[in-house]
């Protein structure tokens, strides 16, 4: 277990020191491994945290979003960016509000109220914000896999399957366009060193130029990545295909309880044993794949995802009106000082 007195050392010292933070802080909690119970003796200590945003930020000309140390993996969101995102179902921040109460290092009254009010971030976003971060999380398995056993073509289809999944997130960032404007689909090869190739399809008028290189940038990003020629570490590589298979699984598990209970569950008691063992390797073949009772795992938790959709009660959307009364009994405490 974590002491809380860690964030006492000299390492955290920007806690205090920093302007958006100090008495601003009203949650810190640990993040990654440890919050999940899947920590080992080689894990970092990661945390993420919640912090007012200040008199100036709300009726100045001060912008704050989020506060980053890199040296210790600490993130701390300001109210109003953590708002928006937990708007979203975004996986990474609203299991900060589902941690075991030992693993918030700091905890003043609003951050209390803020876990209370969590019912109020959910919806059925999260069927698309886990289901997206789980799809992410299987692209890296495949295409790492597809690296050193897959044939060309199999390949080519799994780029393309990490494009397609990018475009569907694009329609969010970026301005909208038609379906068909920016059509993707693989054919036999122009190119005389690929037997099948992925080719685009695009008719757009009046759209920005700069979305327009961002979605370009992008795809390119993903296209480079995957290209990208190096020496193997097997072992490290090992570590994190595991990695990426449990966090895939335990993405499935959070968002079913989420749909079917309503409720967000960042430590996965029940499931513990099953996790490591995904972590540790113990679905992982010694050619590097993985066995068949790995990917039958995944298929059971996707029909289950799939039915806790079909069935949840949430609402298509959180209820605005409630979150903005939320939001402004807490940066009216700001204004007015009666923190």
């Known amino acids: 277990m974590i002491d809380?007195?860690?964030?006492?050392?000299?390492?955290?010292?920007f806690l205090q020191a920093d302007e958006h933070l100090g008495r601003h802080i009203i949650l810190l909690g640990l993040a990654g491994s440890y919050s999940y119970g899947t920590n080992n003796e080689n894990s970092d200590i990661d945390i993420r945290g919640v912090t007012l945003n200040r008199?100036?930020?709300?009726?100045?000309?001060?912008?704050?979003?989020?506060?980053?140390?890199?040296?210790?993996?600490?993130v701390i969101y300001s109210f109003m960016k953590m708002i928006t995102l937990l708007l979203s179902c975004n996986p990474n921040t609203i299991e900060l509000l589902g941690l075991n109460p030992e693993h918030y290092l700091y905890l003043h009254p609003l951050g209390q109220e803020l876990i209370d009010n969590a019912p109020l971030f959910l919806s059925k976003r999260a069927i698309y914000s886990f289901g997206g971060y789980a799809d992410a999380q299987l692209r890296r398995l495949q295409n790492a896999l597809a690296r050193d056993s897959y044939s060309q073509q199999e390949k080519e289809q799994h780029i393309f399957n990490s494009v397609k999944n990018a475009m569907y997130d694009f329609r969010k960032r970026y301005e909208p366009f038609e379906n068909g404007a920016i059509h993707i689909y693989t054919?036999?090869?122009?190119?005389?060193?690929?037997?099948?190739?992925?080719?685009?399809d695009v008719s757009l008028k009046h759209y920005p130029l700069r979305d327009y290189k961002n979605i370009w940038n992008e795809m390119n990003n993903i296209v480079r990545d995957y290209d990208k020629l190096g020496k193997r570490n097997r072992k490290k590589d090992d570590?994190?295909?595991?990695?990426?298979?449990?966090?895939?699984?335990?993405?499935?598990?959070?968002?079913?309880?989420?749909?079917?209970?309503?409720?967000i569950r960042t430590y996965?008691?029940?499931e513990h044993q099953l996790l490591l063992?995904?972590?540790?390797?113990?679905?992982?073949?010694?050619?590097?794949?993985?066995?068949?009772?790995?990917?039958?795992?995944?298929?059971?938790y996707e029909k289950k995802l799939?039915?806790?959709?079909?069935?949840?009660?949430?609402?298509?959307?959180?209820?605005?009106l409630r979150v903005q009364e939320y939001i402004m009994s807490v940066n009216e405490k700001v204004i007015r000082d009666a923190l």
Do not use: W
């Not at 809380?4 to 010292?13: M, R, W």
């Not at 005389?192 to 992925?198: A, N, T």
């Not at 799939?306 to 209820?319: F, I, K, S």
């Open 187 to 200: 054919a036999k090869a122009i190119n005389p060193d690929l037997e099948k190739e992925i080719f685009v």
């Open 4 to 13: 809380c007195n860690i964030l006492k050392s000299k390492a955290y010292n």
């Open 55 to 74: 008199k100036s930020d709300l009726i100045g000309l001060t912008n704050f979003a989020q506060f980053v140390d890199q040296k210790t993996d600490t």
């Open 239 to 263: 570590n994190h295909l595991n990695k990426h298979a449990m966090h895939l699984i335990r993405l499935f598990m959070m968002a079913i309880d989420i749909l079917e209970l309503g409720k």
């Open 306 to 320: 799939n039915n806790a959709a079909l069935y949840t009660t949430l609402p298509d959307e959180p209820d605005i």
């Open 268 to 270: 996965r008691a029940k």
């Open 277 to 300: 063992e995904i972590r540790n390797g113990s679905y992982q073949k010694s050619d590097g794949t993985f066995r068949d009772e790995f990917y039958e795992l995944l298929n059971d």
